[in-house]
């Protein structure tokens, strides 16, 4: 699965994108973030405040238990703050 | 409706321009410039910087553009962001309306500056002499969308 | 404040920068145009008339801006409105003010319009294929004024 | 008592201003509307709808009960229209 971050989560993982293997146990957005979180302490910081937390699959926003598959591409990033 | 998502500077006599380009059955024209400011709560910002989601931007202010015209009879909508390094002065985003009367193009651009700033893919980043961070989102925010209903 | 009542045309853009000015601490810039609409009703317009009463009309408009800088807290504020004859197209009326917050810009330029609509010496008059006749006032303006209460 | 005239009723009377001297009885501003209404059909015309007439006494809008003297400057117009 192609992986984008934005924002703090891209500073604090350090990369604006990777390719994640999913384990056969990850179906939501969410279990995508539980596997992340084992990679490491900057990705247990990135996504240390889950309020603080959006995603979007394949250019769509969804809620973080929106269903996911190894073809798709997630981005995640904080909430917006344009305008 | 035209949507931009740049990092050049926009010009709004030029974008009114291009909405009126000479039509003559307009009858209000509402505009909305965000600038940078030169201070954030008590510090100086020096700069700031606008991160986006190149893929996402343009079609989620161009989806805000199409709420806003299901709801008031607009005659044109203009609706443009900037991204990358900006410094105090510079201007952000511009929204502009026009519409037949004068409620439906302030509703319309007042709605459009409400949805943009929760749902458009921008993330803005401050820089003070004590280093940078990122703008935290407000909740006042999230309520303003909310009382569109 | 900015206000005059003028024959002559306006620059939206040079009443901006009149504003801006270099500024660095404005947030928000709201803006509306108000413009001579060629058809009313099923009537096509010729040309619309607009007649005022100068000893009143600039200091009314500065009362709607004074009431409108003590609701909301305005960085800067501008109203310009024409007189005389004016033809399909013809720019009649500009508001433009400037807040750190959005929510002021867009409040306090929707309330100088709406109180304006009420209270500042303007009669229009319509020239159609049918001859010239006054613009009734509208009973929905008074309403859109008393619910700014 | 100078007296201003703006659109329709301006149109109606035929002047855009002119100077009355107020019988005794005169002292509201709807009293003087009804004196003028003495003058002529076209003075009845311009004041026919008394809801479509609004007053002005030394550039200040005022009621119609407002009183007033032959010093005041009186201006009587419809409901504006501009923006």
């Known amino acids: 699965m192609n992986i984008l971050y934005f924002a703090r989560i891209r500073e604090h993982i350090g990369k604006s994108s990777e390719e994640i293997t999913l384990p056969e146990r990850v179906t939501t957005v969410a279990d995508v973030i539980e596997h992340l979180e084992t990679l490491g302490d900057n990705y247990k910081n990135?996504?240390?405040e889950p309020d603080l937390l959006r995603a979007a699959v394949n250019d769509e926003y969804v809620p973080l238990d929106y269903n996911v598959s190894n073809t798709d591409e997630l981005a995640l990033f904080p909430p917006m703050t344009g305008g | 409706m035209r949507i931009s998502v740049q990092s050049d500077d926009f010009d709004i006599a030029a974008e009114i321009d291009l909405l009126k380009n000479k039509r003559t059955d307009l009858g209000a024209i509402a505009t909305f410039t965000g600038l940078v400011r030169?201070?954030?709560?008590?510090?100086?910002i020096k700069k700031m910087t606008l991160e986006h989601f190149p893929a996402m931007a343009e079609k989620e202010l161009a989806k805000i553009g199409t709420e806003a015209s299901d709801r008031w009879p607009l005659q044109g909508l203009t609706i443009i962001h900037r991204y990358g390094e900006l410094y105090p002065g510079d201007q952000i985003v511009l929204v502009i309306t026009t519409s037949h009367h004068r409620e439906a193009a302030f509703n319309a651009a007042q709605f459009i500056m409400d949805w943009l700033k929760t749902d458009a893919p921008f993330w803005k980043?401050?820089?003070t002499e004590d280093g940078t961070h990122w703008v935290d989102a407000k909740r006042d925010d999230d309520k303003k969308k909310d009382s569109w209903g």
Not at chain 2, 38 to 44: L, S
């Open chain 2, 125 to 127: 980043k401050e820089e």
């Open chain 1, 46 to 48: 990135a996504f240390a």
């Open chain 2, 38 to 44: 030169d201070i954030h709560g008590e510090k100086d």
